[in-house]
């Protein structure tokens, strides 16, 4: 069994007038099988956490430990955190200009299994999730992220979701700016993943409406850099009733 631990985590921004701590002190534990919501306010650095475990350039780790089955992630290259089985679904996709889905998602998974997937089980394979998703096959022949629609941008990620089979996935805000068909859609493809039980799953919004779809095992208030409450899928119903006022209140 898979296990992410992130303890003590304290990360800074290289922002313009100089280094700002964002992360304040994260404490984390995600076990392949499990799905935690880690829900908060905007500007919380909700994105913060995601883009450091995935090992973004921009963020500085200046505190505390990140580790895959005690392995030092915070070691790792952003290839080998992929490698290792840690999988980013960003807030804001970028895009690849000149590269098509396809071969980006042949690519990606010939990195991640150390070897060429065999091209004729590949191309069912890609097919059967792309149909899944609702995805016109088209859609494998345009440039990644390239005039994509929110919810294309969104289904594609889940699409590399399903693909690449990760042990730790970490979804941010994956629901945000899709119409109720297309969250349904993206959720059923988290649920279909998550059904194998092989991954563990951050999933990071700041709306309660994705867990109508996705019940989450644990939930996790995040203000100000830091968890600062956990409980079950209850607290969820918690938040959608009384926001995330008492929280922010009076900072931190
Ligand atoms: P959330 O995802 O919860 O909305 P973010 O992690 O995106 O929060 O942002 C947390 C804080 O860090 C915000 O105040 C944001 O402006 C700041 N921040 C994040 N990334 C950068 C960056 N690259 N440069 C400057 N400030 C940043
Ligand atoms: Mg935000
Ligand atoms: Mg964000």
Wanted: net charge negative.
């Amino acid at each position: 069994m898979a296990t992410l631990e992130i303890h003590d985590l304290h990360v800074s921004v290289d922002a313009e007038n100089g280094p700002r701590e964002i992360l304040k002190g994260v404490d984390l534990t995600i076990k392949q099988g499990e799905t935690h919501a880690v829900m908060g306010p905007n500007g919380s650095g909700k994105s913060t956490l995601a883009y450091s475990l995935a090992g973004h350039p921009k963020y500085t780790v200046t505190g505390g430990t990140v580790t895959l089955d005690g392995e030092d992630v915070l070691e790792m290259s952003v290839d080998e955190r992929a490698r290792a089985g840690v999988f980013l679904a960003m807030q804001y996709p970028v895009e690849v200009p000149g590269v098509s889905v396809s071969n980006f998602l042949r690519t990606s998974a010939t990195a991640i299994r150390g070897e060429a997937p065999k091209l004729r089980t590949w191309v069912k394979e890609v097919r059967e999730a792309m149909d899944q998703l609702s995805m016109d096959p088209a859609f494998a022949e345009r440039n990644v992220n390239e005039g994509f629609s929110g919810g294309e941008k969104k289904r594609h990620e889940i699409l590399q979701l399903e693909l690449l089979k990760p042990k730790i996935a970490i979804l941010d805000e994956t629901d945000s700016g899709l119409d109720v068909d297309a969250l349904r859609i993206v959720s059923e493809g988290v649920n279909r993943v998550r059904s194998t039980g092989d991954v563990g799953t951050l999933l990071i919004t700041h709306y309660t409406r994705i867990l109508r779809y996705i019940k989450p095992d644990y939930v996790h208030v995040f203000a100000n850099g830091r968890i600062v409450e956990s409980g079950g899928a209850e607290l969820a119903d918690q938040l959608e009733n009384e926001g995330y006022d008492k929280y922010v209140k009076g900072g931190a």
